[in-house]
């Protein structure tokens, strides 16, 4: 049995304030979605634990998720917001020194209009101050944004950063040649990972097949390999375009013929090495 662990999912009580992002669109999303909630879904993919990702712009929210992962083991890992601009970072951090469950940090970088916001010389000064002290870095991209990451990547080789969602390609309309060679040159860096989540819900909505996916999953595979891939389910936003099994159903179709070696690294192992849970 191959082990599993979901690198990415959100918990939130929602507040049409705070989660404001949640559009019109997006009327499932419109309620809390709490441990409680996810873990029986967990038990029945065979999933045993995850990393909960922030999901609002506020400290207050990593106090909500380390809450809930005090009190749930199966959340193995926070990975939270600050703000990396504050010259206050250092004192912010200071708080979080004792939460073994903090690994790192996001900012939604994808709703910033400036395309190249992480160049700013104070967010780079911040990435410096949370990389050095061992946090892990969430890049959160859209593909015209991804020029920016693989600059500030070079900038900090000693940095762990991740890809979320794989920057988001515009699968509904069919394959973008320069994300691709972006997610290349990207990939070169040996410090940067990629998650495999977040992709039903750029396709059309529900209207997807699970072949759709696979060129995209050929340019990441062929680009970060098997020890940089991990598994995200994007849990409950997924719910837009399907279900938690059929998030699970698209890797595992995929992943069909490789061998127990690479599906445990890419369930299981990368997650493990990458957030040090």
């Known amino acids: 049995m191959i082990k599993k662990i979901d690198a990415h999912q959100h918990f939130w009580r929602y507040d049409p304030i705070d989660y404001s992002w949640i559009n019109e669109e997006m009327l499932s999303l419109k309620k809390d979605f709490l441990p409680d909630d996810l873990f029986p879904i967990l038990e029945e993919n065979g999933v045993e634990g995850t990393v909960a990702v922030q999901a609002f712009q506020d400290e207050k929210e990593n106090d909500f998720l380390l809450d809930l992962a005090e009190k749930h083991p199966f959340i193995l890992a926070v990975v939270g917001w600050i703000d990396l601009k504050s010259e206050e970072l250092p004192v912010r951090l200071s708080k979080y020194k004792s939460y073994k469950k903090l690994k790192g940090f996001r900012h939604v970088l994808q709703d910033e209009a400036d395309p190249e916001y992480i160049l700013n010389q104070a967010f780079q000064r911040g990435l410096k101050t949370i990389i050095g002290l061992g946090y892990t870095y969430d890049l959160l991209v859209l593909p015209h944004q991804i ?131």
């Open 147 to 277: 020029k920016g990451a693989i600059k500030t990547v070079s900038n900090f080789e000693s940095g762990s950063f991740v890809l979320d969602h794989l920057a988001k390609p515009d699968i509904k309309n069919g394959q973008n040649e320069q994300w691709k060679e972006n997610i290349k040159a990207l990939a070169e860096y040996p410090n940067v990972h990629c998650k495999l989540s977040g992709m039903i819900t750029e396709a059309a909505w529900n209207q997807w097949e699970e072949k759709d996916f696979y060129p995209y999953m050929d340019t990441v595979m062929e680009a970060f390999g098997e020890d940089r891939l991990m598994f995200g389910s994007d849990w409950p936003v997924c719910k837009l375009s399907g279900s938690y099994e059929q998030v699970v159903g698209l890797m595992e179709g995929y992943f069909k013929g490789h061998s127990e070696s690479t599906l445990q690294k890419i369930w299981h192992t990368n997650a493990i090495n990458f957030y040090q849970l």
